[in-house]
């Protein structure tokens, strides 16, 4: 009898060992198909070497700033990927954890960096002009080359533009404030810009969409967006290009930071650190379209010329300041509602 009790005392010491659940690991991220990428491509290898179980949770940046606030006193979430606006806040009210030195975020653009070092980017978007090819060739319209083409009245109800709720819209403001004297700290040349576009824009068109759709059947032939948006639409067989305006575009960085006090700061550290490493920004770069921010990331030639890719595209980029824009948004959105959207 005390042969078997001394088998089953030596299995119950090892069943925890063995069988024991793994520890689970809480991501909150974008859905789509930056869920589907993460999920399919990103996670699993990830899960296979630390032995954690990591669970996405779906949700957009202000979903997610959201809920790490109200998590303050007891975050569940370990990891956030966040836009560079909400992503300023979340810094700003201490949501995020410094980041620890690694071989992968020591190769980081110095432009996706924080000075705080509390989060970092994951990669880099342009805002500029899209236009349908197909509409341009019809009327003989050279292919727009700046922001001011804007302006053009040979393009009166044809252009489309996401409202300042969005922030490719709040992106058109600052460009136009930087064009026409004024900046994030002076946006009244902005405004006044906002004011002579107006009446030529078909559409203030929050749905990315309807935002596709207008495009695509040539209803609407030049507009703002994002160059991530507009390749996607490629994807799709639209006629529609994406164009880095001479004077600049400006930079969407997708940023992510380990949560301040969160659970498992270690993985937390390493799993960013892992999104950092040259093979995943290369799977971001294929399956998001976000250009890389490891300076060591090799990608195929056609997805290289897709995206913001190497040193020239990324300083090209116009950086805006959320610091100066964050505490007046609410005041800029309530005067474009009565000023440009009447």
């Known amino acids: 009898m005390s042969k078997y009790l001394g088998v089953i005392s030596a299995l119950a010491v090892a069943a925890p060992l063995s069988l024991q659940a793994a520890e ?8 789509g198909a930056t869920e589907t990428a993460f999920r399919e491509k990103i996670i699993p290898p990830f899960e ?27 975050p569940e979430i370990s990891v956030a990927l966040i836009d560079d606006g909400p992503m300023t806040t979340a810094v700003e009210f201490g949501l995020c954890a410094t980041l620890e030195d690694g071989p992968n975020s020591n190769n980081v653009y110095r432009s996706a960096r924080r000075v705080s070092k509390s989060a970092v980017g994951l ?9 349908n090819t197909e509409v341009f060739k019809k009327n003989g319209w050279p292919e727009p080359t700046s922001w001011k083409d804007l302006e053009d009245k040979r393009y009166a109800g044809k252009i489309v533009i996401p409202p300042i709720s969005n922030g490719f819209g709040l992106l058109a403001l600052v460009m136009q404030a930087r064009l026409n004297g004024g ?36 209803e609407a032939a030049l507009g703002v967006w994002g160059n991530g948006r507009v390749r996607a639409l490629v994807a799709q067989g639209a006629p529609v290009k994406f164009v880095y305006p001479k004077e600049g575009a400006l930079v969407i960085l997708t940023e992510v930071c380990a949560v301040q006090g969160g659970p498992q700061p270690k993985q937390a550290q ?20 976000w250009g890389p921010v490891n300076q060591e990331t ?14 020239e595209k990324v300083n090209s980029l116009i950086k805006p300041s959320y610091t100066a824009i964050n505490p007046k948004r609410a005041d800029w959105t309530s005067r474009w509602n009565r000023e440009i959207e009447r």
Do not use: C, H
């Open 183 to 218: 900046d994030e700290n002076a946006i009244d040349p902005g405004f006044a810009a906002m004011k002579r576009i107006s009446p030529s824009v078909l559409a203030w068109e929050p749905s990315p969409g309807k935002m596709a759709e207008l495009l695509q059947t040539g």
């Open 48 to 74: 296979a070497k630390s032995g954690l179980k990591i669970v996405y949770v779906p949700g957009n940046s202000t979903d997610t700033l959201a809920k790490l606030q109200a998590q303050r006193a007891k």
């Open 123 to 131: 990669g880099y978007g342009a805002t500029g002009l899209v236009y």
């Open 24 to 31: 689970t690991m809480y991501v909150a991220g974008f859905g």
């Open 270 to 289: 390493d799993f960013v650190q892992y999104l950092l490493s040259p093979e995943v920004q290369a799977i971001i770069a294929e399956t998001q379209g």
């Open 298 to 311: 090799k990608l195929p030639p056609a997805i290289a010329a897709d995206v913001v890719f190497g040193p």
